[in-house]
């Protein structure tokens, strides 16, 4: 079983940073991506950032050259470094890990972003 545990949420004004983080624990091996979306109020859930084991990072066009994803692989950690936040940032971040075909999703951690 695989838990992931974010943290780092909470209330900033606009032009403010956030960093969230994510640990993963459990039964874990091959983790072939680690990364983030977001839900909106209102909004489908969508892709924010992710890591892949392999390969380059990929970032929504809504938060390139805003944003910062990171790994620690030795810890399964993935980090999210949030710069420059917009009113439309607002949502319910999620922590994501695909690993031998199987999805797995944190609980949640709610970013406000007040004007």
């Known amino acids: 079983q695989v838990q992931l545990v974010e943290s780092g949420g909470g209330l900033v004004q606009v032009e403010g940073s956030l960093r969230l983080s994510c640990a993963a624990s459990?039964?874990?091996?091959?983790?072939?991506?680690m990364g983030w979306w977001r839900q909106g109020p209102g909004k489908e859930r969508e892709l924010v950032a992710i890591?892949?084991?392999?390969?380059?990072?990929i970032y929504s066009d809504s938060v390139k050259g805003r944003f910062i994803i990171s790994r620690d692989s030795a810890r399964n950690t993935v980090y999210l470094q949030m710069n420059s936040l917009k009113p439309e940032d607002t949502a319910v971040y999620y922590c994501?890990?695909?690993?031998?075909?199987?999805?797995?999703w944190g609980q949640g951690t709610q970013v406000t972003v007040s004007s």
């Open positions: 994501y890990l695909s690993a031998l075909g199987r999805n797995y």
């Open positions: 459990g039964s874990i091996s091959s983790i072939n991506v």
């Open positions: 890591a892949p084991s392999i390969g380059r990072t």
